[in-house]
């Protein structure tokens, strides 16, 4: 007998638990190792089991030893001590009474995370409408997150562990390509997914995407998601049709404009007709400046408004390609003669790079982007323009560069945009509308070609297109 008082008692201090036994009356008769570790060393036998607990707990444990003795009945409750949680366990015998003591303090912290983490998943299945499973191929055993119920549109409370959901809710003509999605899956273990479609009890058909991987790489475990795509659909096809609409409203305004160019154009031309009559009459130095500027805004308009209609034929499919072979080295030079005159008056050096090369494009539209490329030149050219063309990446590039104001780094990229005018250069906007370099990438578009530009600020651009050899 005594053998065995020792073996308990050495199962006692090896518990993790703390075990005592007391008199009915709550006296301590005996206290494990552990107990003596969270009350002190010095725990005395005789001693009142409560009045080691703060008072409020030390009212409830008397109430609960109590209870437990009157009723000859086990007691279990909860208590906090000193930022620890204890459940206590609390058995009368005839005699004394047996009491265990359970710190829960990591238990439900870890259950308290745990919670957390769990509300949280269910938070972003939610609004992403992204429901997760498992199943076990051996026990047949499914799992479904609640987002997959709602996302089936099924009662969770009346569907078996055993249930495949799936199977039935997929369309039948969809099945077959979930079935062989998850034998790809089982033979190569490498993730799959697609696109099926649901059918739900009211008889909803909404759109999902899957995805399935084998669960910790084990053959006999798979695990996947369903999103419900519905929502994304529609937003997409309300997108795709605004753009259609937007495209043929587009298309319909650039149709309009580029038919009705010729009548547009017919009143500034009688403008310019009308200002080159009062210039040859006698004016006075007041009337002359006057009209001087009414021409000056005249051209300017005339510009503008020859811009915008050739962007509206671009836009409207009204400017075609016509691809011939001719001498570009020829071009260049018809080009540069005439402006020899232009040179002289403003006093700069027109250099040019060798370019006697036979091409196959629209001679037309390249010549209309090299005038616009030497018009930007001559605008804003300190002394020096170079034209021409060389090899560059198995390409035939024709290029102008000036060493004028130069284009800011952060700007290259918005030069050829509708309008773009910097403002890091002084009185850009007086010499032009912004639209020339648009219509240049537009036109090079027709024939196939590529446009671009290097540049350094303060030192200077180069312009280029890029043709096919």
């Known amino acids: 007998m005594r053998e065995t008082d020792s073996q308990l008692k050495d199962l006692a201090d090896i518990s993790t638990d703390i075990l005592l036994i007391c008199g009915v009356d709550g006296r301590i008769e005996f206290c494990n190792r552990r107990c003596k570790h969270l009350f002190g060393e010095k725990m005395p036998k005789g001693r009142y089991f409560a009045d080691f607990f703060e008072p409020q707990n030390a009212a409830r444990i008397r109430k609960e030893l109590k209870l437990a003795v009157s009723?000859?009945?086990s007691e279990t409750f909860q208590l906090r001590q000193a930022s620890r949680i204890y459940n206590f366990y609390i058995h009368p015998r005839r005699e004394?009474?047996?009491i265990c003591i359970e710190d829960i303090t990591e238990r439900s912290e870890i259950s308290l995370i745990l919670d957390e983490q769990s509300a949280r998943l269910k938070f972003a299945e939610k609004t992403a409408k992204l429901g997760y499973w498992e199943v076990d191929l051996k026990s047949k055993k499914i799992f479904w997150s609640a987002e997959m119920f709602r996302i089936f549109n099924i009662d969770a409370a009346k569907?078996?562990?055993?249930?495949?959901?799936?199977?039935k809710g997929i369309?039948?003509?969809?099945l077959p390509v979930y079935k062989q999605k998850l034998r790809d899956l089982l033979i190569s273990g490498r993730p799959v997914e697609g696109t099926v479609r649901i059918k739900r009890k009211e008889g909803e058909i909404i759109d999902c995407w899957f995805r399935a991987d084998l669960l910790h790489r084990q053959k006999d475990k798979i695990a996947g998601t369903f999103q419900d795509l519905t929502?994304?659909?529609?937003?997409?096809?309300?997108?795709e049709a605004a753009q259609k609409e937007a495209e043929r409203s587009n298309r319909a305004k650039s149709y309009f404009l580029a038919q009705a160019s010729h009548d547009l154009r017919q009143p500034l031309q009688a403008l310019a007709i009308f200002v080159?009559?009062?210039?040859?009459?006698?004016?006075s130095p007041e009337q002359k400046e006057i009209v001087d500027k009414i021409d000056a805004s005249t051209r300017n308009l005339r510009t503008l408004m020859d811009n915008l209609l050739d962007i509206s034929k671009l836009e409207a499919g009204g400017i075609k390609a016509h691809k011939i072979f001719f001498n570009l080295g020829r071009m260049v030079d018809n080009i540069l003669q005439e402006y020899q005159a232009l040179v002289q008056e403003k006093g700069i050096i027109l250099k040019k790079a060798s370019c006697c090369r036979m091409v196959?494009?629209?001679p037309i539209l390249i010549e209309r982007i090299l005038r616009n490329f030497l018009s930007n030149a001559f605008k804003y050219t300190r002394s020096k323009i170079l034209a021409g063309c060389r090899i560059h990446n198995k390409k035939l590039r024709i290029m102008v560069a000036d060493n004028g104001a130069g284009i800011a780094e952060d700007e290259i990229s918005a030069v050829f945009k509708e309008f773009y005018?910097?403002?890091?250069?002084?009185?850009?906007k007086k010499k032009g509308s912004g639209l020339g370099l648009t219509i240049v990438k537009k036109t090079a578009a027709v024939i196939g070609a590529d446009v671009g530009v290097t540049s350094r600020f303060g030192r200077g651009s180069c312009f280029y297109l890029d043709l096919d050899l």
């Open 71 to 73: 009723r000859s009945a």
């Open 96 to 98: 004394n009474t047996l």
């Open 159 to 167: 569907t078996s562990a055993k249930n495949n959901i799936i199977k």
């Open 171 to 174: 369309l039948p003509e969809d």
């Open 231 to 239: 929502e994304l659909l529609n937003i997409q096809r309300k997108l």
């Open 276 to 283: 080159n009559a009062l210039t040859e009459e006698q004016l």
């Open 360 to 362: 196959y494009s629209d």
């Open 421 to 428: 005018q910097s403002n890091k250069i002084p009185d850009n």
